[in-house]
């Protein structure tokens, strides 16, 4: 305690020891990061199984275009990507692989091409019709990713985030894109500006509002009840 | 040549041994071993003193630091995985706290200059028409007037005055930032 003692008064440190002593209790340490995405997986798998079961979309037969399978696998891949990387940062002095996070965004650009490229755009769509089916497919872009962000929020919550921001990036990202795979699946448009503007777009502003929800509520700060107690 | 290899693998051995003590006592501290929790406290206060004396340079805002960080280690011990190193989970915390720190400070000292500026203008008015003081007061609520009173004309901080008036330093914050603004506005600022 010699070390301590020179800078931080000796009494202060007792106190602050003896007293976090006094109320040490067991704790449950969180389960490892694959484990924990291996459980938010499992809830991915069971919208797309919902998805799947009340969808009219004849899907199946879209699967054999090789551009709509790695489309859908690439959203998928960033969706995961983005979900394991919001879980480590939720561990301090765990390092956000950039290399990951690289290709997490490199594989959503790769998708937004392909889309954009695989079909023709169709400007000739009466405004009305565009916007009413539109707003519909928003609407279930969120919807489809609301049960998985509040999963994934709670998963990082339960952990400590130091970028509250980044963290709150990483599970929008991880909820909405796996959200906007499971569209492509559920809705038998493929027009890339339907897709660019009723699809990507809800989920880039849902991911936005992540972000600042998490530079907000995410980022850990211990609570002010041993503050108190201390002083 | 050979000495100073054989100083660093020693010291490197040294170091490992501890990052390897200190991995056991924060698993038992998890398993919630009192005796644990305060051999590692004990353990790590030396390595937290000097790297937060790199970073917060008052010493006491340092001790403030320290206390704050010993905290955060205890809520987020949870967080800790066992088997991987303890350091790194250790000063990304430390790091975190001060970095926090730092951001209140900046923000605090923002607002002191912000603070200190009324006074000076209403001195510069003295000769001209403006209301009195008091009647100026008399026009804010209550506990605008109350917040402005205590932090110019008794001279307490605003921690002293949060206390008295029951309420939170930001909470009192607030309320003397509205009082400047309407005294402001009333003054004719």
Not at chain 1, 154 to 172: D, Q, T
């Amino acid at each position: 305690m010699n070390g301590t003692a020179y800078i931080v008064h000796e009494e202060h440190h007792r106190a602050l020891v003896k007293r976090l002593s006094s109320e040490v209790t067991p704790t449950r340490p969180l389960w490892p990061v694959g484990g924990r995405l291996a459980l938010w997986m499992m809830l991915e798998v069971g919208v797309l199984a919902w998805v799947i079961s009340h969808t009219t979309n004849h899907f199946t037969a879209k699967l054999t275009h090789p551009v709509y399978v790695i489309e859908l696998l690439f959203f998928a891949a960033a969706a995961i990507i983005s979900a394991l990387l919001a879980l480590r940062s939720a561990i301090p002095g765990r390092t956000l692989s950039a290399s990951a996070a690289a290709i997490a965004a490199a594989l959503v650009l790769a998708g937004t091409i392909v889309l954009t490229i695989a079909q023709p755009m169709d400007t000739s769509n009466p405004l009305g019709d565009f916007v009413r089916t539109g707003l519909r497919c928003a609407y279930e872009t969120v919807v489809l990713g609301t049960l998985p962000w509040l999963a994934l929020w709670w998963l990082v919550k339960r952990g400590a985030a130091m970028e509250g921001w980044l963290s709150g990036l990483l599970v929008g990202a991880g909820a909405l894109l796996f959200s906007f795979a499971a569209m492509r699946i559920t809705c038998p448009i493929d027009e890339p500006l339907h897709l660019l503007t009723w699809h990507l777009l809800p989920a880039l502003v849902v991911i936005t509002l992540s972000t600042l929800a998490g530079a907000a509520w995410l980022r850990f700060r211990p609570r002010s009840r041993h503050r108190a107690a201390v002083d | 040549m050979a000495a100073p290899n054989v100083m660093k693998r020693l010291d490197d051995s040294q170091h490992l041994e501890r990052s390897r003590l200190r991995a056991r006592l924060m698993e038992r501290l998890q398993q919630g071993d009192a005796h644990a929790c305060q051999e590692l406290l004990d353990n790590i206060g030396p390595s937290l003193t000097h790297f937060l004396r790199r970073r917060v340079a008052d010493p006491h805002e340092l001790e403030d630091v320290y206390q704050e960080v010993f905290m955060a280690i205890f809520e987020a011990r949870h967080t800790y995985e066992p088997g991987r190193p303890f350091e790194p989970w250790l000063f990304a915390i430390a790091r975190n706290i001060a970095v926090d720190f730092s951001r209140k400070r900046w923000s605090r000292s923002h607002w002191e200059e912000l603070v200190a500026e009324l006074p000076e203008q209403s001195a510069d008015r003295s000769n001209e028409a403006a209301p009195e003081l008091d009647a100026v007061l008399a026009q804010l609520p209550p506990e605008q007037r109350e917040a402005f009173s205590m932090l110019k004309l008794d001279g307490l901080s605003v921690q002293a005055a949060a206390a008295r008036a029951g309420v939170s330093v930001g909470a009192l914050k607030v309320r003397a930032h509205r009082a400047y603004k309407s005294l402001k506005r009333l003054i004719g600022g």
